[in-house]
């Protein structure tokens, strides 16, 4: 795994560590199989853990949910926004889950670059947090 990119977990992981909180898998949408939601990976050198971070398009939602606990605690270190793929998104800090290899289905791939999909800036620049793994 490439800390940066973004990945799929297998069904086996969902199946394992059921988890309301956790984003569930979507693998198939209208008929046509997905591979949703998609993670940004991190390690963590402490644990030799890998960390995913899911991110979600639902920007009104999580934009009212930052602002909310801008204004109610003065900073926000559960939600953080980035470009993907020339489209902004929401990384859910605050439902990050750790990982093995063995849970890890594909990587993120760009179908028009035929490359992995990846955020071209530091995280720590991102989530404007010191204390990610």
């Known amino acids: 795994m490439e800390i940066g990119n973004f990945y799929f977990l297998t069904a086996d992981y969902f199946n394992d560590f059921p988890d309301n909180y956790l984003m569930g898998n979507k693998q198939n949408i209208q008929g046509a199989t997905h591979d949703r939601p998609c993670f940004y990976a991190i390690y963590d050198n402490s644990t030799s853990l890998y960390w995913l971070i899911p991110i979600s398009s ?76």
């Open 58 to 133: 639902q920007l009104t939602k999580f934009k009212a949910i930052y602002q909310n606990k801008i204004n109610r605690n003065g900073k926000c270190d559960t939600i953080a926004f980035a470009e993907v793929m020339g489209y902004e998104k929401a990384f859910l800090i605050q439902n990050m889950c750790p990982v093995i290899l063995r849970y890890i289905k594909n990587v993120y791939i760009d179908n028009e670059a035929n490359i992995p999909v990846t955020v071209p800036i530091p995280i720590c620049s991102i989530f404007q947090v010191d204390n990610l793994p």
